[in-house]
């Protein structure tokens, strides 16, 4: 907010614990919690930022705020196990002062958010199907049957 003084955070996701509900008093931050229509969020947003600590699975919030042209910014784990390439693909931040700077960055930079946005884009119609996804999803099916 120092740096950007009319950003606004709009903390969204189901099961925000205490915590993360604490700070909907805080100036431009809004806890929203589960949304029935994540594109309609995506659409509206500048950058999507997802401090993902566990990268297991498939990262659906982060491939459809990549597919929607979104710059991402995330953790180095979602990253490997997406296998974008950082910087070129989305951002990465491991703690809370890297997360802000690349917000920030973001923020300031109508020209990297495109680039980002659209390389973001490009890797997922590349690299992400819904059949590979499928398959994944049946492959856990069958571990857990």
Same mark, same amino acid.
């Given at each position: 907010?120092?740096?950007?003084? &009319?950003? &606004?955070?709009?903390?969204?996701?189901?099961?925000?614990?205490?915590?993360?509900?604490?700070?909907?008093?805080?100036?431009?931050?809004?806890?929203?919690?589960?949304?029935?229509?994540?594109?309609?969020?995506?659409?509206?947003? +500048? $950058?999507?930022?997802?401090?993902?600590?566990?990268? +297991?699975?498939?990262?659906?919030?982060?491939?459809?705020?990549?597919?929607? !042209?979104?710059?991402? $910014?995330?953790? /180095?784990?979602?990253?490997? !196990?997406?296998?974008?390439?950082?910087?070129? =693909?989305?951002?990465?931040? *491991?703690?809370?002062? =890297?997360?802000?700077?690349?917000?920030?960055?973001?923020?300031? =930079?109508?020209?990297?958010?495109?680039?980002?946005?659209?390389?973001?884009?490009?890797?997922?119609?590349?690299?992400? /199907?819904?059949?590979?996804? $499928?398959?994944?999803?049946?492959? $856990?099916? *069958?571990?857990?049957?």
């Amino acid at each position: 907010l120092r740096e950007v003084p &009319e950003c &606004e955070l709009l903390i969204v996701g189901a099961g925000n614990g205490h915590k993360v509900l604490k700070l909907d008093h805080l100036p431009g931050v809004q806890v929203v919690g589960y949304v029935p229509n994540l594109p309609e969020v995506i659409s509206g947003s +500048a $950058i999507s930022v997802a401090p993902l600590r566990f990268s +297991a699975g498939i990262q659906f919030k982060v491939v459809e705020s990549m597919a929607a !042209g979104l710059p991402v $910014i995330t953790t /180095s784990s979602v990253s490997a !196990g997406l296998g974008t390439e950082p910087g070129r =693909d989305l951002l990465v931040a *491991d703690s809370a002062n =890297d997360f802000a700077r690349q917000v920030v960055s973001l923020l300031k =930079d109508e020209g990297l958010r495109w680039r980002l946005g659209q390389a973001g884009r490009v890797y997922v119609q590349s690299h992400i /199907s819904l059949q590979g996804a $499928i398959d994944r999803l049946r492959a $856990i099916e *069958d571990l857990i049957a």
